[in-house]
Nanobody, 117 residues
Framework: QVQLVESGGGLVQPGGSLKLSCAAS????????MGWYRQAPGKERELVAI??????YYGEPARGRFTISRDVAKNTVSLQMNSLKPEDTAIYYC????????????WGQGTQVTVSS
């Protein structure tokens, strides 16, 4: 069973940057979607960015400010977040789901990102 471990969250001032990383263990499939969602207090979980075998997609809050990258050989996915805003404050969750039909998704435990002065 695949396990995901996130790192890199923390407190940053508005306008600052953070890089989140997620490592997958337990023989993850290469043909899988990996990415990041986030959930702010009182809000639903939303897509931040996701990499698929042949494409990358960014949710609206991330476009132009965040960059997702993936190292297939190392089974890692990272999220470089620049120009952070207070509204980016949330718990960020790593996501993994094989592309095979019917495959289940796996979530990381989440890492807190707080943007505040």
């Amino acid at each position: 069973q695949v396990q995901l471990v996130e790192s890199g969250g923390g407190l940053v001032q508005p306008g600052g940057s953070l890089k989140l990383s997620c490592a997958a263990s337990g023989s993850p499939f290469t043909l899988a979607n990996m990415g990041w969602y986030r959930q702010a207090p009182g809000k639903e979980r939303e897509l931040v960015a996701i990499t698929r075998p042949t494409s990358t997609y960014y949710g609206e809050p991330a476009r132009g400010r965040f960059t997702i990258s993936r190292d297939v050989a190392k089974n890692t996915v990272s999220l470089q977040m620049n120009s952070l805003k207070p509204e980016d404050t949330a718990i960020y969750y790593c996501y993994y789901r094989p592309t095979a039909q019917g495959a289940d998704a796996t979530w990381g435990q989440g890492t807190q990102v707080t943007v505040s002065s």
